[in-house]
T-cell receptor, first 113, second 118 residues
Framework: QKEVEQNSGPLSVPEGAIASLNCTYS??????FFWYRQYSGKSPELIMS????GDKEDGRFTAQLNKASQYVSLLIRDSQPSDSATYLC?????????????FGRGTQLTVWP | GAVVSQHPSRVICKSGTSVKIECRSL??????MFWYRQFPKKSLMLMAT?????????EQGVEKDKFLINHASLTLSTLTVTSAHPEDSSFYIC??????????????FGPGTRLTVL
């Protein structure tokens, strides 16, 4: 069983703060890691992918991966109300059938003005 | 780049009818497409994985005769909900896998199709 765990939240932060979203996974041979953002009533949108240990930055987003501890996190700096959404963590396991992803249940983020 | 379209975006149909949903990768070739469904405030549930030119692989508990998947080309996959019933009402979302650097394939989602069966 490939498990991807996320705190369902809701996580509430004030505008301008740093939002920290965490994800842990159970399968040690996990290979690729993704963060998706899903607005209510919409489909998921890929915002970050990370494959190697360490940090990866893209604008206000930073993904952090620690394979030894089996966690991946997403930091959102200078949070804006428009960042309010559900954030899904997804993991691709090495050798998984046709590259399927295993999703967490998502963390609901609310950024209040 | 990496745009996936879905059609229709919304459909309302009577119980017993069949509904076809198309998923297209517009600016890349998708070796694999995935079909998900999502109930309100619930997580994504993978229904099936389809590879161009071969039979789809269905997840446990998903009826292959009820949810017909055809992946006719590297840019088009279709999901047909046969003899739809109210319990099939859901948000259906496709995704397409694009080969990224070093073979680390990313999935891009279509906008989804909201199906309501009366």
């Amino acid at each position: 069983q490939k498990e991807v765990e996320q705190n369902s939240g809701p996580l509430s932060v004030p505008e301008g703060a740093i939002a920290s979203l965490n994800c842990t996974y159970s399968d040690r041979v996990s290979q690729s890691f993704f963060w998706y953002r899903q607005y209510s009533g919409k489909s998921p949108e890929l915002i970050m992918s990370i494959y190697s240990n360490g940090d990866k930055e893209d604008g206000r987003f930073t993904a952090q991966l620690n394979k030894a501890s089996q966690y991946v996190s997403l930091l959102i700096r200078d949070s804006q109300p428009s960042d309010s959404a559900t954030y899904l963590c997804a993991v691709k396991v090495r050798g998984s059938t046709l590259g399927r992803l295993y999703f967490g249940r998502g963390t609901q983020l609310t950024v209040w003005p | 780049g990496a745009v996936v379209s879905q059609h229709p975006s919304r459909v309302i149909c009577k119980s017993g009818t069949s509904v076809k949903i198309e998923c297209r990768s517009l600016d890349f070739q998708a070796t694999t497409m995935f079909w998900y469904r999502q109930f309100p405030k619930k997580s994504l549930m993978l229904m099936a994985t389809s590879n161009e030119g071969s039979k789809a692989t269905y997840e446990q508990g998903v009826e292959k005769d009820k949810f017909l998947i055809n992946h006719a080309s590297l840019t088009l996959s279709t999901l047909t909900v046969t003899s739809a019933h109210p319990e099939d009402s859901s948000f259906y979302i496709c995704s397409a896998r694009a080969a990224g650097r070093d073979g680390m394939a990313e999935q891009f989602f279509g906008p989804g199709t909201r199906l309501t069966v009366l």
